[in-house]
């Protein structure tokens, strides 16, 4: 949480609370592959970068990748569990490269990742492949505009005040959220289910 705290405000002049906030699940998925081999500084460490590589990861899917990252669940699960598996090869008092280990452990940690994401873009790309042939997992076109921030949890992740992003001058500015989504999302009602409940 602090590191997301501390990078946000260097990154975009301002602490961004649901960063911050997201900084803290990032710190808790990097630590959890390394719990028991590496020290409580060792732990300090991989939190504080978790909190770092959650803030560059959001923005990378967002504004590279292009995908609707709801809650940014990739970022924090994916991206935050990809660096806490290899951070066992580093920190790892019992073979890690910072500890002498050499570099075998951190392979050995490389091959575990590219393992997984073997077998999980395997059998999920099968059963979509067979489930796609009967049914459709594609949400509505309100849906899709709204974002699945909205549809799947009823409000945004990240929400961005139209003045902070407004300052910028062009369409290259440091803002980490780019190619219209920001103006998207800040211009959208909630879903018609929320607004009947808060309407009553």
Not at 81 to 98: E, K, M, N, R
Not at 101 to 112: R, T
Not at 113 to 123: C, N
Not at 148 to 162: I, K
């Amino acid at each position: 949480m602090i590191g997301s705290a501390f990078y946000s405000y260097i990154r975009y002049k301002q602490i961004d609370a649901s960063l911050t906030l997201n900084g803290a699940l990032a710190g808790l998925v990097g630590i959890t592959a390394g719990t028991a081999s590496v020290s409580p500084i060792g732990a300090m460490f991989i939190g504080l970068i978790s909190g770092v590589i959650l803030i560059e990861a959001v923005q990378l899917i967002d504004r590279r990748v292009k995908l609707d990252d709801p809650v940014g669940a990739i970022a924090v699960h994916g991206v935050c569990g990809v660096w806490g598996t290899l951070a066992v090869g580093l920190f790892a008092i019992d073979g890690g490269l910072f500890y002498g280990g050499g570099a075998s452990l951190l392979l050995v940690q490389a091959i575990g990742i590219l393992a997984v994401m073997a077998w999980t873009l395997g059998t999920v790309g099968i059963f979509l492949f067979i489930y796609t042939r009967f049914s459709s997992i594609r949400v509505s076109r309100e849906e899709e505009i709204q974002g699945l921030d909205f549809a799947e949890h009823g409000s945004t992740a990240y929400e961005v005040r139209g003045g902070i992003l407004n300052n910028s001058e062009s369409p290259s500015s440091s803002s980490p959220f780019g190619h219209g989504l920001v103006e998207r999302l800040n211009g959208l009602e909630p879903p018609k289910e929320r607004k009947a409940e808060t309407s009553v």
